[in-house]
């Protein structure tokens, strides 16, 4: 069963508890998005984590336009520490800034110790069935 969790017009997110599955689609909209905004929405995402403890995530960035600082990228890795998913699917951003920002953010969680499995999609399709077959 699905369930819509949470909204704005940067985010969306949904949980399939069937697949223990979190999903994230990031909007256009982002490149309006300050850095208080994103830390706003990445402490929604943490709470959602938090409460249902998905094994699977899958992050749509695709259409992602906010660009992650290498500070910002430091305190989300530290925020997720012990509470990531354990597979983690990312449709990437077209933005080549926002790609190489969600890339490092993920090294981060890494080098932090938190050992996930990520795989990069340009396609969503794919990242579903990928996430779907774990």
Same mark, same amino acid.
């Given at each position: 069963?699905?369930?819509?969790?949470?909204?704005?017009?940067?985010?969306?997110?949904?949980?399939?508890?069937?697949?223990?599955?979190?999903?994230?689609?990031?909007?256009?909209?982002?490149?309006?998005?300050?850095?208080? !905004?994103?830390?706003?929405?990445?402490?929604?995402?943490?709470?959602?984590?938090?409460?249902?403890?998905?094994?699977?995530?899958?992050?749509?960035?695709?259409?992602?336009?906010?660009?992650?600082?290498?500070?910002?990228?430091?305190?989300? +890795?530290?925020?997720?520490?012990?509470?990531?998913?354990?597979?983690?699917?990312?449709?990437? +951003?077209?933005?080549?800034?926002?790609?190489? +920002?969600?890339?490092?953010?993920?090294?981060?969680?890494?080098?932090?110790?938190?050992?996930?499995?990520?795989?990069?999609?340009? !396609?969503?399709?794919?990242?579903?069935?990928?996430?779907? +077959?774990?």
């Amino acid at each position: 069963m699905t369930s819509n969790l949470y909204a704005d017009k940067f985010v969306e997110i949904v949980y399939d508890a069937g697949q223990s599955l979190l999903i994230h689609y990031w909007y256009e909209s982002t490149s309006q998005m300050s850095d208080e !905004d994103y830390q706003k929405t990445v402490s929604i995402l943490v709470r959602v984590f938090q409460k249902y403890k998905p094994l699977k995530c899958l992050a749509v960035t695709n259409k992602m336009q906010y660009v992650v600082t290498p500070e910002l990228q430091k305190w989300v +890795s530290q925020q997720f520490l012990g509470i990531a998913a354990k597979y983690n699917g990312i449709v990437v +951003s077209e933005n080549i800034f926002t790609l190489l +920002s969600v890339e490092q953010l993920m090294e981060e969680l890494d080098e932090a110790g938190e050992r996930t499995i990520t795989r990069y999609f340009t !396609d969503q399709e794919q990242a579903e069935e990928w996430l779907l +077959s774990i």
